[in-house]
């Protein structure tokens, strides 16, 4: 079989983690048509730059920097639909969302990562009315 797995890749080293002081010292690029002599590292995609929760949000480029910041941090305490087998689990204390929906905006990362199968939150909806 030569199908190789994510696993492999970071045992060949074809793949790595950086952390922020390594990040400091290294010439990262998007796009592998940007890579020059020295460029050290290509991004795996270019949507993976913000991260999981930051990725959620529709159209972050928008919205001023912190309200991404606290969407991301109230993201991560969201709770929603925990599992397909949530009613058959035997777990003692649950939270879920009574009536989680589907976003009416989704992102590209929504999409891979299933999310819209598992929603945690509401749309909310709006009435403007003119009274004269």
């Not at 930051?54 to 991301?72: E, M």
């Not at 969201?78 to 989680?100: E, F, H, K, S, W």
Request: aromatic letters at 8%; one cysteine or more; charged letters at 15%.
């Amino acid at each position: 079989d030569n199908c190789r797995t994510f696993t492999d890749f970071l045992k060949e080293g074809l793949i790595e983690y950086l952390d922020v002081n390594e990040e400091n010292d290294s010439m990262i690029v998007l796009y592998e048509r940007a890579i020059q002599p020295q460029t050290t590292h290509l991004e795996i995609d270019p949507l993976t730059v913000m991260g999981a929760c930051a990725g959620l949000i529709p159209n972050p480029h928008h919205n001023q920097s912190p309200r991404n910041t606290y969407q991301c941090a109230m993201g991560k305490q969201a709770i929603g639909a925990i599992a397909y087998n949530q009613l058959q689990r035997m777990d003692t204390l649950l939270y879920l969302l009574v009536y989680p929906q589907r976003p009416l905006a989704q992102t590209k990362t929504i999409e891979l990562i299933n999310f819209h199968k598992l929603p945690a939150g509401q749309n909310a909806i709006v009435a403007v009315m003119s009274y004269s």
